[in-house]
């Protein structure tokens, strides 16, 4: 069911699950959810592509 490739972008730049929640302002808890393949609100998709470097305009690489 996973809809994503958060977990994949994330483990490229090597950002631990930790540090990506913190750099984004989310919980490491809604981040693990996220990459299971749960559903998010848009602007928490936008903070975790800010977080990682990536342009809004790349949500369709890590967010399906």
Same mark, same amino acid.
């Given at each position: ?10 483990e490229? !730049?090597?950002?631990? #699950? +930790?540090?990506?929640?913190? #750099? ?5 808890? +809604? ?6 393949? #749960?559903?998010?609100r848009?602007? +928490?998709?936008r ?7 990536l342009?809004i305009?790349?949500?369709? #690489?890590? !967010?399906h």
């Amino acid at each position: 069911m996973i809809t994503n490739s958060l977990k994949e972008f994330r483990e490229s !730049f090597m950002i631990s #699950k +930790t540090e990506l929640a913190r #750099k984004s302002n989310i919980s490491s808890l +809604t981040l693990t959810r996220i990459e299971q393949g #749960k559903p998010c609100r848009v602007e +928490t998709k936008r903070k975790i592509l800010l977080a990682l470097g990536l342009k809004i305009s790349d949500k369709n #690489k890590v !967010f399906h």
